[in-house]
């Protein structure tokens, strides 16, 4: 189990995804994701340690019985299924290599077999993964054959050869439990560096840290593993790359460059629904006409007029002229002038950030352009306030761009935070409201062993926050829903809801500092609410207490339906508003009106 290792690299450069010739084109450009990512699996099966059987020893999974390949195939199957959620235009394939021969028609070589050939991510791929890690033996694959990693490699690069839209990354991982591959056989080991990119990752130093240059002068290398979340998190960690929204030019008072745009943080919504016709099953496609309600013909848009009401005058505005009035500038970012970091105020933030980095492809010298720009800023401690339009005819926004300086990670060289500007919204003058509370009579404030009591529970439910660790319950129940319907299961996994709060688990990490809090402020918790009755508080002639009266909350909502409720006494009355926590101030018509809205409002 400790030889099992895990290789994977990128052949494209991070910011190099963004090719366009026309700036025009750059510039109406929507904020959208424009890269899509192809991503393939290669399981080496030619050696049989990889289908020796063993038990798992993560304490947070079930004990169970598995091999290299099952935990293999799991990771591609659960990273399928992450792509089906997160990035549903990003190819995946699978490859097996040691196999007895070639049964798919995506490969040329007898021992390479193509299990998925470079496709979208989807339900069938899911279930053919599945069904091969539990039938595999029914297969007729075979394995234990040797096969070539070049020929591996080579069928891998034909598959992202052919694919036509543009590729942001294309990325390799290799599941193999052979330390020194093709030891006595040097031509196979030649053409194997031969096919291998000059760019990549791998775990061990026998073979692979002499053939891959960036391995060459490292001294620790990552520790194998054969758990399935430790392996799963590290092959969706690589899919973490930045993703460019869009290219957009800067103006620095006539100075152009172009940026691109990032958004590190997105709201996650369920996806909209798709009208499919009843008897094909296919997707049903609306379209919209403007008839004319005198001819019922229908109108074609230049014949279509808009109408703005001013005061008693109707304005009517082509479609052309319409647009015109939401027209104020060209796509962009226009930079007004630059203020104190002290200056910027959290509470001022008004939507999620953007983060802007240099896109030399669209206009050259915006790297030295935009690093002049961003060393300036650090040195000065500055922000420069600019107006932010994503495209033509966009709302407006005022933004400041703060700048970020690039950290590094003193030991392994990661790194942690890119240089750029992360463009922060901030509201108009108008938008800023004055919430001074204009009271004549003191406020009351609270003593000082309130606020003690107070800072003893908030610094008791202080947790630190991490948002991997809150997932949409929504979101979950409905994707499980929709994979459960899509693989065909018999039952529901019903996901668990984080969010949830668990009482049990507040009241043990409060500790005394809940009593203390309670104590100070004099309040009733739930056991003491529920074993006290409710009491009147009238009087009696005799000098003892009232007994409380008894209430027909049907009896009086039928009463108010009927407005009847004048028939009942005000005592009754009385303890009817308290039970709904209305006031019971005033006389018996107050009462009465009380009640009767309280019942037409529910």
Known sequence: MGDFIR????VTDDFGDFHDDDLDAVRSSKWETLSRNATAFIIDISSPGIFESFQTTDPDEKVETTSLFKVALTCV????????????RDFIACVLMGVAGDQSSESDFKHVNVVLPLELPGAKSVIA????KENFADSKLGSGFDASFADAFWV???MFSRVTCSLSTKQVFLFTAQENPHATKSHLRKAMQQ????????????????????LKDKTTLPDPTVKIKELLYRVTTKEYTSRALSSIKVDLFGKEFAVKVFSFVNIARKPTGVKLDKNTNKEVFSRTEVVSNETGEVLMPDEIRFCQTFGSDKICLTKTEKDSLKYISDSGISILGFKSMDSLKFENYLRLSHFIYPDESSINGSLVLFQALLSSCVKQNVYAVCQVIAKSGAYPRLA????QQEVIQEDSGIQLKPPGFNVIYIPYAEDVRDLTLKIKQPRATARAEEIEAAKGVVNKLKINFDPENFRNPFLSRFYAYVEALALEKDSVDEPEDTINPSAEAIDS???AAGKAFVDCFSFKTAAACAGTKRKATAEASGGGKKPSVEVDTNELRKASKEN???KFTVAVLKEACDLYMLSTDGRKQNLIDRLNNFFQSS
Do not use: H, M
């Open 156 to 158: 891998v690069q034909n």
């Open 509 to 511: 990490r409060l500790g």
């Open 77 to 88: 199957s659960n990273f399928i299924r992450s792509k089906i959620i997160c990035a549903d």
């Open 564 to 566: 009847k409720l004048g």
């Open 7 to 10: 290789f994977g690299y990128d």
């Open 129 to 132: 993964i599945e069904k091969l």
């Open 195 to 214: 096919k291998l990119p000059p760019d990549g990752f791998f775990d061990l130093a026998l073979f692979w840290q002499s053939t891959l240059p960036q």
């Open 400 to 403: 400041a761009l703060c700048p």
